[in-house]
Every structure is written in C-alpha cells, then in structure tokens.
C-alpha cells in the first residue's frame, strides 16, 4: 500500500539553525516525490519534488530535499532558518507505476516553529 | 500567470441553503482538483475533473455537486450542507491527469466554509 510518515508533528529550531523536516515514503513503483508548505489561514504552495535523476534537490525559498532511495526518505531541510518560515509542511508521494491510479498521497503534516 | 483564484474567500451558510464556490485557473492546466481540509490536517481529495469530464470522484456526498464548464473554471455547488461540512475548500490545478504525474498542483487560497 502506498503511505507516506511525516514522524514529526512539530518540529521547533532557532532563526539561523539548519532544520530538518522527515519524510518517509511506501510506493510499490517509482516515486514522484513533493513538499508543499501551507501559511497560516492560506492555501498549499509548492516548495520542490523529486522525479528522477540527482538525489539533491533545490527548490523555492532556500529550501532543498535529499532522496535517499535505500532509507525510502525524502526530507526537506534549509541551511538557515528564518521566523518567516514558520508554518505547516506537507510531504505527499505519488507511485509512478500505478497506471491511472495516481492520486497524491499526502502526510499527516509537521508544523514548523522557528524561534527569533 | 501561475495564479488559482478562488471565491469566495469566505461563506457561511445555513444549513437549508444553496450556494456555490468558484475557482478560476488560466494556465492552461487540464486537470481541476477540489480538496477539503480541517485544521491542522492533510487536504483530502473530494474530486478530480480531466479535460473537463469527472474523473475521480471519491465517494463524496450527494450535498457536494462539482462542475467544471470549460477547462478554466471549476464550481462546487453546496446544498443541505451539516454543520461538519465546514473546512477550507481548496481549489488546484496541473498540467495534467493521471499522465505526467510528475506535475506539480498549483492551489488556490481556498474557501473558509461555516455551516450554521
């Protein structure tokens, strides 16, 4: 069955510390791999995904995930981190040999608090 | 323009009424989503409409009626709604579905829907 663990439900760091939000993942096929990052009271945005090719991905406002295919993880981190990041984290998988059934499967979510 | 609008931003409604939700994409994206999400949680997919026709429809209620008039817009009509219907309406959009997987979903600000 596909799933996808977000282990953490906070995760609290210090403005200027490196963060780490976890991302494990379950699909039978290939994975098409995202992070969406939801602001207080807005919709999800769109931070990066993985699709093949280099294990280090970059993506919008610093932010960049490691695909890491033996420990089934993808998880996003920042090498520094600002207050403005502060908000809830979405991991989501989609099996890329599931034929038509490609829904997105999403994570349970890790709010992240960055403290000045 | 990468935006999805969507309207209103908020509704209330009573539990007898009809009302509708409006979302509005011009990227030329052939697949229009709506998810419903409570606090704190992830959205969950209500239905999937590709080049236009439904095409996933996940055992939502009868009282949520979608439609999608052409390949820009996409309504969800409210009717007989109960007081648990109430959640953030999202609106996305991508690319495509369920080819090129590998897209991402662009959202919408979403609809604060209260039942009363």
């Known amino acids: 069955a596909q799933s996808v663990a977000q282990p953490e439900d906070q995760v609290n760091v210090a403005e200027g510390n490196p963060l780490t939000v976890k991302c494990t993942y379950s699909?039978?096929?290939?994975?098409?791999l995202f992070w969406y990052v939801q602001y207080p009271n807005r919709g999800l945005q769109f931070l990066l995904k993985?699709?093949?090719?280099d294990n280090l991905v970059k993506g919008s406002y610093g932010f960049e995930a490691e695909f890491n295919k033996s420990q089934t993880s993808f998880h996003l981190k920042k090498p520094s981190a600002l207050v403005s990041d502060s908000a809830l984290y979405f991991c989501?998988?989609?099996?890329?040999?599931?034929?038509?059934?490609?829904?997105?499967?999403w994570g349970l979510g890790t709010s992240l608090a960055v403290n000045p | 323009d990468t935006e999805v609008t969507q309207t209103p931003k908020h509704l209330v409604m009573g539990m007898t009424n009809k009302k509708s939700l409006k979302c509005e994409q011009h990227?030329?994206?052939?697949?229009m989503y709506w998810y419903k999400q409570k606090a704190k949680k992830p959205p969950e997919l209500m239905f999937v409409?590709?080049?236009?026709?439904?095409?996933i429809n996940e055992s939502v209620p009868s009282r949520f009626s979608p439609e999608c008039p052409n390949s820009s817009l996409l309504n969800l009509h409210l009717h007989a709604l109960q007081p648990e219907d109430s959640a953030l309406y999202l609106c996305?959009?991508?690319?495509?579905?369920?080819?090129?997987?590998?897209?991402?979903?662009?959202f919408g600000q979403g609809t604060r829907l209260t039942v009363v």
């Open positions: 996305a959009s991508s690319q495509d579905y369920p080819e090129m997987a590998w897209t991402e979903a662009f």
């Open positions: 990227m030329g994206h052939r697949a």
């Open positions: 409409y590709s080049y236009e026709k439904l095409s």
């Open positions: 699909v039978s096929g290939n994975p098409y």
């Open positions: 993985y699709i093949t090719g």
């Open positions: 989501a998988v989609r099996d890329g040999n599931a034929g038509n059934n490609r829904k997105l499967i």
